[in-house]
């Protein structure tokens, strides 16, 4: 970083003043507002180099100017100062986030409710990736005659419950129980692709000598673990862009809503972020449709393995320092309930 200390502060200045009031930056403005201790000519000529240096851009001729992505990348990684949560607020926000715990991946749609409402951004959830995940019990239900629920449940909170047809009927009920019992002793602690594996190699041809139900059984429950998606993805807050005036132009909202819907993109942007809370801004996003954009993820962990992730989008004009003063403190609270686990 070769900027000196008066051009550090009046880039600073520039950022947050953008931040603040989304209009271009003059060099009077500067002046009046901020007590830079130098003239607006200096001024002027420290945002020329500044500007030379790929810190700043200029819209137009006359107007004054932004902050291009270099610039904000510089200040979150220097500059910026993280606003706390308030006191009281914190406490309540860990209470309800406390409340809130039964499983991960409602605790991050839940938080991810919140972290909207409090920066009045957007905000992804990605649960748990359930595939690597281990499994921790296997039930099979009969719901009457035909059908059964099976419900899988892993170390990660995950449950899913879906629901098989057995033609012709179930037949003896304690065939599912013993069944169960056996699926429960092999499986456990397996994960997901590994259960799979053994479904289909070993286990069908143990338990189907139990029933000829099971021929329906075990080949519908390996085809449901098959189709599980990798990933589940939440949204909050899509249509708070609007309230940005760098959205404000219908193409370009319109754009950044598209953008959302790519969610396998999204989530694919997000996963490959890196550990605990980290910044993707404008350009450096390779997702192209979001590089108008930045992004504020935090990435939760288990023994050493990812199972999902909170996320901000805003326009690269966010305010950086009150969404990752937020996060932070969410952040730090869902990690403490991991914990406890």
């Not at 807050?237 to 132009?249: A, H, L, M, Q, V």
Request: charged share 25%; with cysteine.
């Amino acid at each position: 970083m070769d900027l000196n200390e008066r051009k550090l502060k009046i880039l600073q200045a520039i950022v947050q003043d953008y931040i603040d009031c989304a209009e271009p930056v003059g060099s009077r403005t500067l002046s009046k507002k901020y007590n830079l201790g130098v003239s607006p000519a200096t001024i002027r000529n420290e945002m020329a180099d500044l500007e030379e240096l790929g810190f700043l851009m200029q819209p137009h001729t006359s107007a004054g100017r932004i902050p291009s992505d270099k610039a904000y990348r510089l200040y979150v990684d220097y500059l910026m100062q993280v606003k706390k949560i308030a006191a009281i607020q914190s406490s309540q926000l860990k209470e309800k986030l406390v409340r809130s715990f039964s499983e991960i991946e409602q605790l991050l749609q839940y938080s991810s409710r919140v972290l909207s409402e409090l920066t009045q951004y957007t905000t992804v959830a990605i649960a748990p990736q359930i595939k690597g995940s281990k499994l921790k019990q296997i039930q099979l239900i009969p719901i009457d005659s035909e059908h059964i629920i099976s419900v899988i449940i892993t170390d990660t909170g995950v449950v899913k419950k879906p629901l098989l047809r057995i033609p012709g009927g179930i037949g003896d009920i304690s065939v599912l129980m013993r069944v169960s019992g056996i699926l429960n002793e092999k499986l456990r602690g397996k994960t997901l692709q590994d259960v799979e594996e053994l479904l289909e190699k070993e286990l069908k041809h143990e338990v189907f000598r139990f029933s000829s139900v099971m021929e329906t059984i075990i080949p519908e429950l390996f085809k449901t673990l098959e189709e599980i998606d990798d990933f589940e993805l939440y949204l909050n807050g899509t249509t708070n862009i609007f309230n940005f005036p760098e959205f404000s132009d219908l193409i370009k909202a319109k754009s950044f809503l598209t953008m959302l819907e790519e969610k396998k993109k999204i989530s694919e942007l997000i996963i490959s972020s890196g550990e605990g809370i980290s910044i993707s801004i404008g350009a450096e996003n390779f997702f192209e449709q979001a590089r108008d954009c930045s992004l504020v993820t935090a990435t939760f962990k288990v023994d050493n393995s990812a199972i999902g992730w909170l996320s901000v989008i805003g326009p690269t004009r966010m305010d950086y320092s009150k969404v990752i003063g937020i996060m932070g403190q969410i952040s730090s609270y869902i990690n403490e309930l991991l914990k406890a686990r």
